[in-house]
């Protein structure tokens, strides 16, 4: 039997969708040998490689309203982001009973970004809860994670979907679930870089009106500037430069990497109120290619 490997990518409360994923999984009895998981991906990657049943993972979305959402927010406003992410980090420790990667069923590998060399990291060691922590940490609104000599941030920055590290860990079937949305993501990068690029503009500018006059105030301000505004630029750098979707699509061996792509477009990252029609559109579209797994995997 072939080895399956499932690539769960990000996209905020799109990734609601890979529960639906999930439930057809189960439902058609198809193996799950490995799991990557990006982002939002690496949180319900989680969630299954504990073994926590697909009805509690179900239930625990679909609970999730607005409120409860913030609720899990600490908004103290540090200097490297606006969210600690300290009590979000306990809440899934404490969903997933504290498991560290090698307490886990099924193997499990959480990417991230470290925003400092733009490089991809692969975590599949220690702590579960700060693995995903780190994965799901948006830049400029989530503290980055310093993991040994990095500094990481969300894995969806350079890698929207981890089917290169899914193929690299074993997997000669890879099950790619896609929930980006390309229109979210190019007006949320467009309007966020020219917020940053404004105020990065303005600071460079100073240091030239009145050497004499102003240097010391520009040296005050400029060594003010809270580290957020340093990671999101460099974080939208990587961004405007990554290929990695369009490499993806036009290099996808249709022999052993299966997409799914579930039609949820139109939904926001940050409803997170619409579990329930993610985790149904994700069921569909899942439901669609359980045959073409099923003998993808027995051929």
């Not at 990734?15 to 439902?27: R, S, T």
């Not at 809860?129 to 948006?138: D, E, F, G, T, Y």
Request: charged letters at 25%.
């Amino acid at each position: 039997m072939k080895k399956v490997g499932l690539a769960l990518g990000g996209g905020g409360a799109r990734g609601y969708a890979h529960i639906g994923v999930l439930k057809v999984i189960e439902k058609y009895n198809i193996p799950v040998n490995f799991i990557v998981g990006s982002s939002m991906g690496s949180i319900i990657g989680a969630c299954y490689a504990a073994e926590m049943p697909i009805e509690e993972i179900e239930k625990t979305a679909s609970n999730m309203s607005h409120l409860k959402f913030l609720q899990l927010l600490d908004f103290n406003f540090p200097r490297k982001g606006l969210i600690s992410g300290k009590i979000l980090e306990r809440y899934f420790d404490e969903l997933i009973d504290g498991k560290t990667f090698k307490d886990l069923k099924i193997p499990l590998v959480v990417t991230a970004t470290d925003i400092i060399t733009g490089r991809e990291i692969v975590i599949k060691e220690g702590s579960v809860a700060k693995a995903v922590r780190a994965s799901i940490s948006i830049p400029g609104i989530f503290v980055p994670v310093k993991r040994n000599k990095y500094i990481l941030a969300d894995g969806s920055i350079i890698n929207f979907l981890p089917v290169n590290v899914a193929k690299a860990i074993g997997s000669d079937i890879v099950i790619a679930v896609d929930v980006s949305s390309e229109i979210d993501s190019i007006t949320s990068f467009i309007n966020i870089k020219k917020s940053v690029d404004g105020m990065k503009n303005f600071f460079e500018k100073s240091r030239y009106i009145g050497k004499e006059r102003h240097g010391n105030i520009y040296r005050k301000i400029r060594n003010t500037i809270p580290d957020v505004f340093k990671y999101t630029y460099r974080s939208l750098q990587l961004v405007e430069l990554d290929t990695t979707k369009e490499y993806f699509y036009s290099n996808c061996d249709n022999n052993d990497i299966i997409i799914i792509k579930p039609d949820i477009k139109d939904i926001k990252w940050y409803k997170f109120n619409l579990a329930g029609e993610c985790i149904k559109r994700g069921f569909i579209s899942a439901v669609d290619k359980a045959e073409v797994i099923a003998e993808r995997i027995s051929s």
